[in-house]
C-alpha cells in the first residue's frame, strides 16, 4: 500500500528551528518527485517545497532561505528543516508524492502533522 | 504568481442533485489543473488532474471540464459522503498555487 507518514511537528518558539520527517511506503522517494505542502489560517494551501528525484530542491518566496529538504533514500525518508520559524509559518504540513507534468500535481498525501509558532 | 478564485464560497446542494464549482485562473494556466477534496481532519484527496481525468478510484459522478482561465468540477449526483471542501490548483507554471476553496454542504 502507497502510505506516507509525517511526523515532527509541535510547538516551538519564534525563531526557533524544527525539523519534520515523512516515512513512505510502497514507493521509493527517490524516484519520485515529494513535495511537502502546508496549510495555515493565514493562506489556505500553500506549496512550500519539492525535490526531484535528481536531488534539486525548490522552495516557495515564503520560505526560501529558512527552509530546506533532504532525503535519505536507506529509509526512504524526507525530510523538511525549518529554521526561523515565524509566527505565520503555523499550520498543518502535508508530505505528498508529486506527478511531474509542467510542474506537478499531488497524486499520495500523508496525514500532516501540526506545526505551532508560538511564545 | 497566478491567483485562483474559486466560487462560490458555499454551496448547499440536496443529496442526488447537480453540483457545479467554478475556478478561475488570473492567467492561461493550459489544462494544468487539478481538483482535489478535502474532508475534516483529513488530508486533500485527489480527484481530477489535467482539467478532465479523474485519478484512479474517484467516481464517475465526478467530472471536470475548462482550459485557459475558466474550469468546472461537477459532480453530477451528490452523495452524502461528497460533503467537504474542493480546492482547484494549477501547475503551468512557478510557483504552483491553490484556490481558497469551496465548501460543499448536503
Known amino acids: 500500500e502507497v502510505q506516507l507518514v509525517e511526523t515532527g511537528g509541535g510547538l516551538i518558539q519564534p525563531g526557533g528551528s524544527l525539523r519534520l520527517s515523512c516515512a513512505a511506503s510502497?514507493?521509493?522517494?527517490?524516484?519520485?518527485?515529494m513535495t511537502w505542502v502546508r496549510q495555515t489560517p493565514g493562506k489556505g494551501l500553500e506549496w512550500v517545497s519539492v525535490?526531484?528525484?535528481?536531488?534539486?530542491?525548490y522552495h516557495a518566496d515564503s520560505v526560501k532561505g529558512r527552509f530546506a529538504m533532504s532525503r535519505d533514500n536507506s529509509k526512504n525518508t524526507l525530510y523538511l528543516h525549518m529554521n526561523s520559524l515565524r509566527a505565520e509559518d503555523t499550520g498543518v504540513y502535508y508530505c505528498?508524492?508529486?506527478?511531474?507534468?509542467?510542474?506537478?500535481?499531488?497524486?499520495?498525501w500523508g496525514k500532516g502533522t501540526t506545526v505551532t509558532v508560538s511564545s | 504568481e497566478i491567483v485562483m478564485t474559486q466560487s462560490p464560497a458555499t454551496l448547499s446542494v440536496s443529496p442526488g442533485k447537480r453540483a457545479t464549482l467554478s475556478c478561475r485562473a488570473s492567467q492561461s494556466v493550459s489544462n494544468n489543473l487539478a481538483w482535489y477534496q478535502q474532508k475534516p481532519g483529513q488530508a486533500p484527496r485527489l480527484l481530477i488532474y489535467g482539467a478532465s481525468t479523474r485519478a484512479t478510484g474517484i467516481p464517475a459522478r465526478f467530472s471536470g471540464s475548462g482550459s485557459g482561465t475558466e474550469f468546472t468540477l461537477t459532480i453530477s449526483s451528490l452523495q452524502s459522503e461528497d460533503f467537504g471542501i474542493y480546492y482547484c490548483q494549477h501547475y503551468n507554471d512557478w510557483p504552483t498555487t491553490f484556490g481558497q476553496g469551496t465548501k460543499v454542504e448536503i
Open positions: 510502497g514507493f521509493n522517494v527517490s524516484s519520485n518527485y
Open positions: 505528498a508524492r508529486g506527478v511531474l507534468t509542467a510542474l506537478f500535481y499531488m497524486d499520495v
Open positions: 525535490i526531484y528525484s535528481g536531488g534539486s530542491s
